[in-house]
């Protein structure tokens, strides 16, 4: 298998070798090190620190690409919302959310329950009939 890559890789002309930089090579460049990067500040001090080493301009890094990974359940889903509405009611940017994990009618209730405030995980089995006739219309006019 090894081999048929190096020969896939010769057909590409692709040396993953070329994009790696020695300490001598950092070394050589450290006086840019000294710069500071360009966070995207979150609305959570201990945040920023935790992933951007200061609580007033750390945060996201700009530029890369952030996962945030916990079991299910464990509010990833919420806290990217959280950050995307900050982003883009605070900081002005457009943001893209990309979720891998929440299949479809996961999504489909939590928009029900957005809309109508009316929570079908919490409260779903002992809504009223009355309740749920409410929230279905309300859903349904917006």
């Given amino acids: 298998l090894t081999d048929e890559i190096r020969e896939l890789e ?3 002309d692709y040396n993953p070798l070329e994009t790696v930089r020695t300490a001598n ?3 050589a460049g450290i006086d840019s090190l000294w710069d500071v990067v360009p966070f995207i500040p979150t609305q959570f001090p201990g945040l920023n620190k935790a992933i951007g080493y200061s609580e007033t301009t750390g945060g996201i890094l700009r530029g ?6 916990a079991l ?3 509010g990833k889903s919420t806290l990217a919302k959280c950050l995307c509405n900050y982003w883009v009611d605070q900081q002005d940017m457009c943001v893209l959310f990309i979720n891998f994990e929440e ?5 489909e209730r939590m928009l029900m329950t957005q809309m ?3 929570n079908v995980y919490a409260e779903g089995a002992q809504t009223s009939e009355s309740v749920r006739l409410a929230a279905t219309t309300k859903f349904k006019e917006i």
């Fill in 103 to 107: 299949p479809q009618d996961h999504w």
């Fill in 10 to 12: 010769k057909d590409l």
């Fill in 116 to 118: 109508t405030e009316v």
């Fill in 25 to 27: 090579d950092i070394a």
């Fill in 64 to 69: 890369g690409i952030t996962t945030i990974v």
């Fill in 72 to 74: 299910s359940g464990f």
